[in-house]
T-cell receptor
Framework: DADVTQTPRNRITKTGKRIMLECSQTKGHDRMYWYRQDPGLGLRLIYYSFDVKDINKGEISDGYSVSRQAQAKFSLSLESAIPNQTALYFC??????????????FGEGSRLTVL | AQRVTQPEKLLSVFKGAPVELKCNYSYSGSPELFWYVQYSRQRLQLLLRHISRESIKGFTADLNKGETSFHLKKPFAQEEDSAMYYCALHNAGNMLTFGGGTRLMVKP
């Protein structure tokens, strides 16, 4: 079944450590996104990629970086984790067809705790 | 700048009661609005989009440009409707801006 898979699902780390969250998809979609979810704040866009060579910052990209290794893979890195990056992170793909944003298909989320 | 506001963080109703989850937006262009839902232990998924003018699982949402609202309604709530609901606005950059979410609890 075509899917969006995130690893790891849970991670606890310490301040200053480098962390990578990985996302892979078998949906064949070009567009991929990383969102962060915090209670009461909803989902906020960190980075997005419309194809392998097109990567863009979202509304809260400071402290994060991304890599689009292939159409199917989009990784999010925290170069030096800090406690306020503790959150639930979602990867999503989009079935964009030229009109409108397309439907977003989400992974199960990666819960990151920074101590 | 675009913004989506869901004023209620939690909405609790009894089974069979009507439900209205509020969503207000601010956007200078022509809006495209969506509702996404996350049931317990499931992924966030699309519920409905205003452009389709559809009813999904008994839910409807009408875009009111005068009031800049896109409230989600259901005449008779069911226990299985309990979930987290997010309103989202599509902007000219082909991205979605999400509201803060409303948790709906339907009590038996």
């Amino acid at each position: 079944d075509a899917d969006v898979t995130q690893t790891p699902r849970n991670r606890i780390t310490k301040t200053g450590k480098r962390i990578m969250l990985e996302c892979s998809q078998t949906k064949g979609h070009d567009r991929m996104y990383w969102y962060r979810q915090d209670p009461g704040l909803g989902l906020r866009l960190i980075y997005y990629s419309f194809d392998v060579k097109d990567i863009n910052k979202g509304e809260i990209s400071d402290g994060y970086s991304v890599s689009r290794q292939a159409q199917a893979k989009f990784s999010l890195s925290l170069e030096s984790a800090i406690p306020n990056q503790t959150a639930l992170y979602f990867c999503a793909t989009s079935d964009y067809r030229g009109i409108g944003p397309g439907e977003l298909f989400f992974g199960e989320g990666s819960r990151l705790t920074v101590l | 700048a675009q913004r989506v506001t869901q004023p209620e963080k939690l909405l609790s109703v009894f089974k069979g009661a009507p439900v209205e989850l509020k969503c207000n937006y601010s956007y200078s262009g022509s809006p495209e609005l969506f509702w996404y839902v996350q049931y317990s232990r499931q992924r966030l998924q699309l519920l409905l989009r205003h452009i389709s003018r559809e009813s999904i699982k008994g839910f409807t949402a009408d875009l009111n440009k005068g009031e800049t609202s896109f409230h989600l309604k259901k005449p008779f709530a069911q226990e299985e409707d309990s979930a987290m609901y997010y309103c989202a606005l599509h902007n000219a950059g082909n991205m979605l801006t999400f509201g803060g979410g409303t948790r709906l609890m339907v009590k038996p």
